[in-house]
C-alpha cells in the first residue's frame, strides 16, 4: 500500500504563515543543516554554501504562502536551495560539456566488477575528492549520487540534454574514483 507521507513540521509551516516569528526560528533549526550541506555539495565551499544558505530560506520564507503541501516542506525547501544554488552557478556560466562518453574510460553502465566493492572508503574521503570536481561535474554527480534526481530531472534544471547530465556523471564518477585511489593511505 502507497500511504500518504505525513509532514512533521506542517504546524510549523501554518504558525510560521499566521506570522508566529518562533516558528521560523524553530523551521530553521529542523532543516538548516540539511540545507547546508545540500549548498555546500552544489557550490563546493563552505563560505559561498552558508550565502546560498541564507537566501535560500529568505526566498522560502517569502513564498511560504505559495506552499501547498503538496510535498513535504523538506523536499520543497530542498528544491528551493537547489534552484538557488544552480541559479548562482549559472550567473558563473559553467560550461557543460556535450559530447557522448567515450569508450576509453572503460566505465560499466549500471553493474560494476570487484573494484567497486573495494571502494568502500570513508565519507570524508568521497567529499574531499569531490570537492576537487570541476564546478559542472561536481553539480551533476551531487544531484545525481547524492540528492536522488534522475538525468531528466537534471538536464531540465540545468537546461542541458539528458545524454550531457549521463556525460558529466559518468566522468565526475571516474574522477572521483581516480582521486580516491590517489589519496594517501588508500589501500585498494
Not at 502507497?2 to 506570522?19: F, M, R, S, T
Not at 574531499?128 to 531528466?152: C, N, Q, W
Amino acid at each position: 500500500m502507497n500511504y500518504p507521507q505525513k509532514d512533521i513540521h506542517l504546524h510549523l509551516v501554518e504558525a510560521c504563515k499566521a506570522g508566529n516569528r518562533k516558528a521560523y526560528n524553530e523551521l530553521y533549526q529542523a532543516f538548516a543543516k540539511a540545507m547546508y550541506n545540500i549548498c555546500v555539495r552544489m557550490m563546493g565551499n563552505s563560505e559561498e554554501a552558508k550565502d546560498m544558505l541564507q537566501e535560500g530560506f529568505v526566498e522560502a520564507f517569502r513564498r511560504l504562502e505559495s506552499f501547498r503541501a503538496e510535498s513535504t516542506f523538506g523536499a520543497w525547501l530542498k528544491r528551493i536551495m537547489v534552484n538557488r544554488c544552480i541559479n548562482e552557478l549559472e550567473k558563473r556560466r559553467i560550461e557543460w560539456v556535450n559530447d557522448e562518453i567515450p569508450e576509453t574510460l572503460g566505465i560499466a553502465d549500471e553493474k560494476e566488477g570487484p573494484d567497486e566493492e573495494e571502494l568502500r572508503l570513508s565519507v570524508e574521503r568521497v567529499k574531499k575528492a569531490m570537492e576537487l570536481l570541476p564546478e559542472g561535474a561536481r553539480v551533476i554527480f551531487s544531484l545525481y549520487l547524492i540528492e536522488g534526481y534522475d538525468h531528466t530531472e537534471i538536464a531540465e534544471i540545468l537546461k542541458i540534454s539528458e545524454s550531457t547530465s549521463k556525460t558529466q556523471f559518468m566522468r565526475a564518477r571516474q574522477m572521483v574514483k581516480e582521486k580516491l585511489l590517489a589519496m594517501p593511505g588508500f589501500v585498494a
